[in-house]
T-cell receptor, first 110, second 116 residues
Framework: DQQVKQNSPSLSVQEGRISILNCDYTNSMFDYFLWYKKYPAEGPTFLISISSIKDKNEDGRFTVFLNKSAKHLSLHIVPSQPGDSAVYFCAATGYSTLTFGKGTMLLVSP | DVKVTQSSRYLVKRTGEKVFLECVQDMDHENMFWYRQDPGLGLRLIYFSYDVKMKEKGDIPEGYSVSREKKERFSLILESASTNQTSMYLC???????????????FGEGSRLTVL
């Protein structure tokens, strides 16, 4: 049973526009959510996180929104840059290890 | 800067061989993890460890074992490699987060294993 779902395997965006990556979860015990970015042949790197006591967290061009009632979070990248092209993983935790989604490949074209 | 180092970036092994994947972290993290990444399947947890000599099964432990004899080192062992274990293997470490859940993970660069 997939507890963290990223339903879009890929997303294409033009440089300068907004990228919105979505993530849904099913486990009500999750209270901390993270986004990781992964380039090919490299390990994932932490991007941004949000606690369930917040509904928004911002870090430069990256903003994560959390809607607890809908069990949904999204990552907004504004403006998108070609260097943002990577696989983005959503992850969640509540009491133990991180559970990852399957990832969304973002392609930002010039 | 946190550094998680995986001993081999690329390995090619034959079916039935014993395979060791080594991981070392230099930040005195209590928690260490082994994941595998496969296209369309995301990151799946194989084993993790909260302390020296301790190990816990993750979501897909079958066919794998681990060893944590020192705090900084966590090894993944494939006792008898099979072709379905061809994958990217990722080691990670973290401090414990508050409330007992896992804090932010720091990943190594990955080990691409091909089993022929």
């Amino acid at each position: 049973d997939q507890q963290v779902k990223q339903n879009s395997p890929s997303l294409s965006v033009q440089e300068g526009r907004i990228s919105i990556l979505n993530c849904d979860y099913t486990n009500s015990m999750f209270d901390y959510f993270l986004w990781y970015k992964k380039y090919p042949a490299e390990g994932p790197t932490f991007l941004i996180s949000i606690s369930s006591i917040k509904d928004k967290n911002e870090d430069g061009r990256f903003t994560v929104f959390l809607n607890k009632s809908a069990k949904h979070l999204s990552l907004h990248i504004v403006p998108s840059q070609p260097g943002d092209s990577a696989v983005y993983f959503c992850a969640a935790t509540g009491y133990s290890t991180l559970t990852f989604g399957k990832g969304t490949m973002l392609l930002v074209s010039p | 800067d946190v550094k998680v180092t995986q001993s081999s970036r690329y390995l090619v092994k034959r079916t039935g061989e014993k395979v060791f994947l080594e991981c070392v972290q230099d930040m005195d993290h209590e928690n260490m993890f082994w994941y595998r990444q496969d296209p369309g399947l995301g990151l799946r947890l194989i084993y993790f460890s909260y302390d020296v000599k301790m190990k816990e099964k993750g979501d897909i432990p079958e066919g794998y074992s681990v060893s944590r004899e020192k705090k900084e080192r966590f090894s993944l062992i494939l006792e008898s490699a099979s072709t379905n274990q061809t994958s990217m293997y990722l080691c990670a470490s973290s401090f414990p987060a508050t409330g007992g859940s896992t804090g932010e993970l720091f990943f190594g660069e990955g080990s691409r294993l091909t089993v022929l």
